[in-house]
């Protein structure tokens, strides 16, 4: 029953999709960007992500099987599809295609500081890197200059969704940030962290930058600790009046369980936003503050490569996941030094094994491609637009090419895309249909200009860093 109930309702979504894409011809607006869309034909491997498209559970596996973008969206996966006039096809035998990284937390500047403080913990860290630059000049220039190669090399490894909590450490750096974003066209949230009391510098940016970008969503960002109560109350009460998520970095280092985070949010109001509390690393969670994080329906960024480097300690994933709260990758910027989704991935199994001596400790390789696509949406709360390859969400899809000294031969694909893959493996990369990584180079930008400028952006910044 269940499952002729499903087909029933995919036949319903394609013959949705159908009609929509009819209206488009008729009207002959233009689909997408590059033309009409994409048909990738014949892919070795497609993993929809959608365990009702597919075999292999949560996976949604097909194999030669075809994926149809039309517009900005999933018009179609499965076998034998024909395309509409005008799309553009791609020969997919060989190749492996899934939904792109969702970066659930990440600092896009932070490429510029790339390599600072090698022997720290965070709070070393923090005050080698980053809170000097609080009281020194970061030009509009500079951010945009990070936050460009960031963004360029976060395409390059597959990323389609990136959350960027930014420092906002002054007016022109938010717009550097921001234009820097909107310029690389990929699907970004920006948590923007406020500077006046009643957000109207984050209401100013929304209103210039997300509301007329459908790629852009806003978050309000937030440090809970005692000395900044004050301003953890007015960005609760900002992200309350928006309607936003609060986004919050939660007990990443040891140190921090003095200073009761979870009471500094409960004291802040911040409990009232329920599903819309957002927290980043927690890592250092007791088992009530698991059941809190539960019980108020937050979600969790989970950020192995980081946590590594800072020797901030390993997040409990087994338990969170076992408390059913929604977990998220992330990559956290210029405390793991690369844009490596699938580093990223391996750091994340890799930890959980090592410290439980359990080579099925959570996640596994299908639990961690989940977290990797679908479970960031689902963190975010746009697993109805993305993370999944389903009909009808919007096309950010990438493809991998495996015939590769590093990841061939291919014998368990899937294992091998967590194990063995690399940025360089990604071919293509589509964000709303967009192809933004195509035949294996990142579209729209020159990468030696971008270089260029990252390092004067670098030059003019280092000085105010500690050595
Ligand atoms: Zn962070």
Redesign the pocket.
């Known amino acids: 029953m269940r499952r002729a109930h499903i087909g029933v309702c995919l036949a319903l979504v394609l013959g949705v999709v159908a009609a929509d894409y009819g209206r488009d011809r008729d009207t002959g607006e233009q689909a997408s960007p590059g033309g009409v869309g994409y048909l990738i034909r014949n892919a070795s491997l497609i993993l929809t992500m959608d365990p009702h498209l597919g075999a292999g559970g949560s996976l949604g596996q097909l194999e030669h099987a075809d994926l149809l973008i039309v517009g900005d969206r999933i018009a179609a996966v499965g076998a034998n599809l024909a395309g509409p006039d005008g799309v553009r096809l791609i020969d997919g035998r060989g190749l492996i295609v899934m939904p792109g990284f969702v970066d659930t ?3 896009l500047w932070q490429s510029l500081i790339r390599g600072c403080a090698a022997d720290d913990d965070l709070n070393g860290w923090l005050n080698r890197c980053v809170f000097p630059l609080n009281t020194s000049p970061f030009s509009e220039t500079d951010a945009y200059a990070g936050v460009r190669l960031s963004t360029t090399g976060l395409i390059d490894t597959g990323v389609t969704t990136v959350v960027d ?1 930014s420092h906002a450490f002054n007016p022109g750096f938010v717009r550097g940030n921001l234009r820097a974003l909107t310029d690389s066209k990929m699907r970004f949230v920006f948590a923007m962290l406020g500077a006046q009391s009643d957000g109207s510098d984050i209401i100013a940016a929304k209103q210039e930058f997300i509301d007329g970008n459908p790629l852009a969503t806003l978050q309000v960002a937030a440090h809970p600790t005692p000395f900044l109560a004050t301003h953890v109350a007015d960005m609760t009460a900002v992200a309350q009046l928006l309607g936003v998520k609060l986004h919050v ?1 939660l007990l ?1 280092n040891i140190s921090q369980v003095a200073e009761d985070p979870l009471g500094v949010l409960q004291a802040a109001g911040a409990f009232a936003l329920g599903r819309d509390l957002y927290t ?2 927690s890592i250092h969670l007791s088992d009530a503050n698991i059941a809190t994080l539960a019980t108020l329906d937050a979600a969790v960024s989970h ?1 192995p490569l ?1 946590n590594m480097r800072l020797a901030s300690g390993i997040m409990r994933y087994p338990d969170i996941e076992a408390a059913r709260i929604r977990i998220g990758l ?1 990559l ?2 210029g ?1 793991n030094d690369t844009t490596d989704a699938f580093n990223n991935m391996r750091a994340a199994v890799g930890l959980q094994r090592a410290k439980s001596f359990a080579p099925n400790a959570s996640p596994t390789v299908a639990a961690v491609l989940r977290a990797a696509t679908l479970g960031g949406a689902e963190a975010l709360d746009m697993e109805n637009q993305i993370g999944s390859l389903t009909p009808g969400k919007q096309a950010d899809a990438i493809v991998i090419e495996p015939h590769a000294l590093t990841f061939a031969p291919l014998l368990r694909t899937v294992n091998q895309i967590v194990f063995n893959g690399q940025p360089q493996h990604v071919q293509w990369v589509f964000v709303a249909g967009r192809a933004l990584k195509e035949m294996g180079r990142v579209q729209g930008v020159d990468q030696g200009e971008l270089l260029k400028a990252a390092q004067i952006a670098t030059d003019n910044i280092a000085p105010a860093l500690q050595p």
């Open positions: 937390h990440d600092h909590w970095h990443e980043a690393h950020q980081s992330g956290d910027g405390t």
